[in-house]
């Protein structure tokens, strides 16, 4: 598999991941109702590990010269998920997928058209 195949494949998948949070948070209207339940918000937060791993295996090379995506930062947010998961701010979780997941989405969007 070539390179551009390889960032394509886990720009896709990074995407995928992202439409399925928005999927499964469509339903409600607040952080608090987002976190009690349970299927919803632990399938979110797996789909957010998800994209810290695909961020992971973009080779740092993409990363730097698109660098208009906090990769980093993205990074760091699968990291709290992953070893601190009981001390997760549910308005904070609310805040990233009803403000930050569509820009987020719209630029993954843009590197997929740009290869």
Do not use: C
Request: glycine share 2%; aromatic share 14%.
């Amino acid at each position: 598999m070539s390179n551009k195949s390889k960032i394509e494949f886990n720009l896709r998948s990074f995407l995928e991941a992202i439409e399925k949070i928005e999927n499964y948070s469509q339903e409600f209207d607040n952080g608090e109702d987002f976190y009690y339940d349970a299927k919803s918000f632990d399938a979110s937060m797996m789909q957010f590990v998800i994209i810290g791993e695909l961020i992971s295996r973009l080779d740092e090379e993409y990363k730097a010269t698109h660098n208009f995506i906090p990769w980093q930062k993205i990074k760091n947010f699968r990291n709290i998920i992953a070893h601190d998961y009981f001390g997760i701010d549910a308005d904070e979780i609310w805040s990233i997928v009803t403000i930050h997941l569509l820009p987020l989405k719209k630029s993954i969007n843009q590197l997929i058209n740009e290869l």
